[in-house]
Structure formats: structure tokens, C-alpha cells
């Protein structure tokens, strides 16, 4: 686990570090208060990543498609 904000974080490094929080706490091997403290960073790591996959799924749902379905280029995202 890091000391790094998990706002600065991508999806990738996110989700590691979740995967880290989760076995950690598996484990049964650490402290309440380290618990707690996990529980609080790993609900952090979990929200950026929904928030990164949302990201993701904006700009997905921005791609334009031929009449053949082959992607064209992007549409503003208001819909324009």
C-alpha cells in the first residue's frame, strides 16, 4: 500500500492497490485501528475507480460509428 493520494491515481493502480486493502483485510492479521484505517482507503481506492470507469464510459459513449459501424471520430460530450 502507498501514502499516494488516490486522487493522482489511474484505474490500474487503484484497483491494485483495492486488491492489496482487500486481501490485507482478509488476512485477519491486523489491528482494529488498522482495519479501519484500510476499510477508509479502500473505499477511497473504490470510489476513483468508479469514477475513472465512468470517465471511460463517457468517452466511449462519444465515439461516432460509419454506416458500416467502423469508429469515425468523437461527438461533443453535450450531445451536439
Known amino acids: 500500500m502507498t501514502d499516494r493520494p488516490v486522487?493522482?491515481?489511474s484505474f490500474e493502480e487503484a484497483i491494485a492497490e483495492l486488491e492489496?486493502?482487500?486481501n490485507q483485510l482478509d488476512s485477519g492479521d491486523v489491528s482494529l485501528d488498522d482495519s479501519i484505517r484500510l476499510y477508509e482507503r479502500g473505499a477511497a481506492l473504490k470510489a476513483?475507480?468508479?469514477t475513472k470507469l465512468k470517465e471511460a464510459e463517457a468517452k466511449v459513449e462519444q465515439i461516432t460509428l460509419d454506416a458500416?459501424?467502423?469508429p469515425t471520430g468523437t461527438r461533443p460530450a453535450d450531445g451536439s
Open 7 to 9: 486522487t493522482e491515481m
Open 68 to 70: 458500416q459501424g467502423n
Open 20 to 22: 492489496q486493502v482487500v
Open 48 to 50: 476513483r475507480c468508479e
